[in-house]
């Protein structure tokens, strides 16, 4: 083989690792390219998650102010966003708008995580998923309980629980029946109730959403009554042969 054809050989297996360098090159700038424009698409949240604490079967309306920042001369072509349960799961549904602020709403939410995805796409088809923290959303009910909750000749003190989340309008009530005591309900942010007879103890309250809940319990150990001792037979005359005994029963 002659030299020329050597130096050809030579050359073109340069040109390929050239050619194969250049495209190396030319992806890490479209990488480089995609990551910068990612970074330079911004968004906020206002509120950016919470937690809620709500009544036993309540519900509550959360919101969250959207704003989106980007490089001057930057064209987006989308902006939509989705609530989902959860910041691995992308929502089943999306909503585009086409404005760089936005308020959106989540109306009559129950326990659970809530998460507000927003995503935005530029013309050079490069998109910016952004996802908020976690609107925690807790259901709590009033807490009721009675000491002692054994018999007792005294009074039973009933201590009553809002756990952070009844705010207002608070009512006690105190009766023979739950119907008497639910009539008898009257404003009282006191958290314990001294009952000195049996009967039921009703609460109702509202939480900061305004939706109201109740609960009861039922006092019946208190024993103020002396026992009732009866004895049948009650006395009586009995005779016996002298050394024997006999057996009574009562």
């Known amino acids: 083989m002659s030299s020329n054809n050597k130096n050809r050989i030579q050359l073109s297996e340069l040109d390929k690792i050239k050619q194969e360098y250049d495209k190396d090159v030319n992806r890490i700038d479209e990488i480089y390219n995609e990551t910068a424009s990612r970074e330079l698409i911004q968004v906020a949240f206002d509120a950016n998650g919470g937690t809620f604490n709500i ?31 959860s910041p691995e799961q992308e929502p089943s549904s999306w909503t585009s708008f086409s404005t760089d602020n936005l308020t959106v709403n989540n ?27 976690v609107f925690q959303v807790n259901e709590n009910e009033i807490g009721l309980s009675k000491n002692p909750e054994g018999y007792t000749q005294d009074k039973v003190t009933v201590t ?28 009282n942010d006191g958290t314990t109730v001294e009952v000195t007879e049996n009967g039921f103890v009703y609460v109702i309250a509202e939480d900061a959403y305004g939706n109201v809940s109740s609960n009861s319990i039922e006092v019946n150990n208190i024993d103020t009554e002396a026992p009732i001792i009866t004895l049948t037979p009650n006395g009586g005359e009995y005779v016996v042969k002298d050394g024997e005994t006999i057996q009574i029963l009562i």
């Open 55 to 85: 009544a036993k079967n309540g519900t509550v309306d959360v919101s969250s102010n959207i704003s989106i920042t980007y490089k001057e001369g930057m064209t987006v072509v989308s902006r939509k966003y989705g609530w989902s349960n």
């Open 107 to 133: 109306s009559n939410l129950g326990q659970g995580s809530y998460y507000l995805w927003v995503r935005v796409e530029n013309d050079k088809n490069v998109m910016n998923t952004t996802i908020s923290n």
């Open 160 to 187: 009553i629980d809002y756990k952070d989340t009844y705010v207002t309008n608070k009512k006690v009530g105190f009766g023979a029946t739950l119907e008497e005591a639910m009539q008898n309900a009257v404003a």
